[in-house]
């Protein structure tokens, strides 16, 4: 063969032993590999020893024929430094070569990759941030690339990729992070409100927690593969298991959209028994009172500088903003 030449055709199976013959490169170097001898990057997908490490966004895409490929790094948020071979492979006139874990040579547990074909980064949408756990059980975050095929690859190849696992875009795949997470890798509704409303809510909730001693986690969110980014919840009470979602103000527009947030949060957090909580700097009127506890929600209010706290069926009974026999000191 010679050298800067590509020989492997789409659905050739072949282990690591032999691509690193061909093409140079580490055995043992995990799931990207810069060829030594040609102009090519080989990464590996193997989405059922990937899980392991929280590689759960591999696959391709059920609507297109791009292919999300996790970055390299097990712990830790991974960097697009470390991952310089992918992000920054058109810039070093490199090719990027797939392959997915496709059985095992007989008689041994050896693995075998197939051939997928060239793929290059999605110019328009290159990578996103996600949220995974890593070896060590703690949430980092991973940068998920979308690669899409170079020319004419095999359809065969292409159609037989695992799709993106199902549990990547699932509902009830939240997991939890501390609550001083805050950071423009995720995406939150309340993001796009004027930035004296987030310092209110930001002050309410911080006065909320100096007032319950109560250690607060959130949710992060993945969409899954194909959204651009994550969501991420207000405060969260994991020994409670209450969710609270905090408003600069008791109007109507603000309790309309806290409602509809917790909702849309509820669907993806598999918390038996979870409560939804909406916190607010004030009682909102009481038809907004009634239709908190009609969806099912609590409500905590500050109050005289102490917080209130109201139970679904106690909002739902009382009937005028003087009646307070429902309501408790909150212990978050």
């Not at 074909?117 to 290159?126: F, H, K, N, S, V």
């Not at 409500?299 to 739902?316: C, H, N, P, Q, T």
Request: proline share 5%.
């Amino acid at each position: 063969m010679a050298e800067h030449e590509w020989v492997t055709q789409p659905g050739e199976r072949l282990t690591r032993t032999q691509l690193s013959t061909l093409y140079g490169g580490s055995v043992y170097s995990g799931g990207v590999v810069p060829s030594r001898t040609t102009p090519n990057v080989l990464i590996f997908s193997d989405p059922k020893q990937g899980e392991k490490s929280g590689y759960v966004y591999d696959g391709r895409d059920a609507t297109s024929a791009a292919f999300y490929y996790t970055g390299k790094g097990g712990s830790g948020d991974q960097t697009l430094t470390v991952n310089a071979a992918i992000a920054q492979h058109a810039e070093h006139g490199r090719s990027l070569r797939l392959f997915v874990a496709d059985g095992r040579v007989a008689g041994t547990q050896t693995a075998l990759q197939r051939y997928v074909g060239e793929y290059r980064l999605d110019a328009d949408a290159p990578w996103e941030e996600k949220a995974a756990p890593g070896r060590d059980k703690k949430t980092r975050m991973v940068l998920v690339f979308r690669l899409l095929p170079v020319g004419d690859e095999s359809p065969e190849a292409v159609n037989s990729l695992p799709l993106v696992a199902p549990h990547a875009s699932e509902l009830g795949r939240a997991v939890l992070v501390p609550e001083e997470l805050h950071t423009t890798r995720f995406f939150e509704v309340s993001g796009s409100e004027p930035s004296q409303a987030r310092r209110v809510e930001s002050d309410l909730v911080a006065s909320f927690r100096a007032s319950t001693g109560v250690h607060y986690m959130r949710w992060a969110i993945p969409l899954g593969a194909g959204s651009a980014r994550n969501l991420l919840t207000d405060i969260y009470d994991p020994e409670a298991r209450r969710l609270y979602e905090a408003k600069a103000s008791a109007g109507r527009g603000d309790v309309r959209m806290a409602i509809g947030q917790l909702l849309d949060y509820r669907r993806y957090i598999a918390v038996p028994g979870l409560v939804c909580v909406i916190l607010l700097p004030k009682r909102p009127a009481e038809d907004l009172c009634q239709l908190i506890g009609l969806v099912g929600f609590d409500l905590a209010f500050e109050e005289d500088g102490v917080f209130a706290s109201y139970g679904a069926k106690e909002l739902i009974s009382t009937r005028s903003s003087g009646d307070e026999s429902g309501a408790v000191a909150t212990n978050g």
